[in-house]
């Protein structure tokens, strides 16, 4: 038995998961421009105000019906680093917001 990757027309819509970080639980559909799904997608979320590169890998892929579903998990080693909530110091404004 092979493990064979799951495939789409190329054109074609695929559903995303993601899993874990700042993106954990949403979801996603992406075009497929080569007849597959992206091994890695980089997700930009706004942290502090500041544009912040999550990437996320592939973990899993499976057709269920006649739609490919792709569960991407966060790779914290190749995104970008963010501070820990308690080693942020105080960033506010004088109005005191962040």
């Known amino acids: ?3 064979s990757k799951p495939t789409v ?3 074609s ?9 700042p993106s954990d639980g949403r979801t996603d559909t992406r ?3 080569n007849g597959s799904y992206d091994e ?3 997700d930009y979320v706004l942290v502090e105000g500041i544009e912040t590169g999550f990437v ?11 739609q490919l579903q792709v569960h991407y998990e966060l ?4 995104s ?3 501070d820990d909530l308690e080693n942020r110091g105080d960033r506010t404004d004088q109005a005191g917001s962040i």
């Open 13 to 21: 819509e695929y559903v995303v998961f993601f899993e874990g970080g």
């Open 1 to 3: 038995m092979t493990d």
């Open 75 to 78: 790779d914290e080693k190749d």
């Open 31 to 33: 075009v497929s421009t």
């Open 9 to 11: 027309a190329e054109g």
């Open 80 to 82: 970008e680093p963010v």
């Open 40 to 42: 890695e997608i980089v």
């Open 56 to 66: 996320y890998t592939a973990r899993e892929a499976k057709m269920n019906a006649d």
